[in-house]
């Protein structure tokens, strides 16, 4: 079992930026992790994933070359930093583990969900 809590979610200006942390206990962490939102009437959307090594990462368009995943497996942490905001990326933002390492951009690929940290940028 694994647990995934995050943080650092607020209220930001457009234009600013924000550094999400999704800290995880439980069982080894070696797993790929991700990154989704959700915002009011929408659907979960995938937003960025990571691999147990870190060498590859892989985003969604609408976030790519402003938003940045990393992780420090020694911490049990993934971090989402986010530049440039806009109120488009207003949104609940989730982190997920995917036990096979996948880089997947399916929610269905990942097993474990934190409980989500809300991201609310003003124009």
């Known amino acids: 079992q694994v647990q995934l809590i995050e943080s650092g979610g607020g209220l930001v200006q457009a234009g600013g930026s924000l550094r999400l942390s999704c800290a995880a206990s439980?069982?080894?962490?070696?797993?790929?992790m991700g990154w989704f939102r959700q915002a009011p009437g929408k659907d979960r959307e995938f937003v960025a994933a990571?691999?147990?090594?870190?060498?590859?990462?892989v985003y969604a368009d609408s976030v790519k070359g402003r938003f940045t995943i990393s992780r420090d497996n020694a911490k049990n942490t993934v971090y989402l930093q986010m530049n440039s905001l806009k109120p488009e990326d207003t949104a609940v933002y989730y982190c997920?583990?995917?036990?096979?390492?996948?880089?997947?951009?399916?929610?269905?690929?990942?097993?474990?969900w934190g409980q989500g940290t809300q991201v609310t940028v003003s124009s």
């Open positions: 439980g069982r080894t962490f070696r797993y790929g």
């Open positions: 997920a583990a995917d036990v096979r390492n996948q880089l997947a951009r399916r929610l269905l690929d990942y097993e474990y």
């Open positions: 990571i691999g147990w090594s870190a060498t590859i990462t």
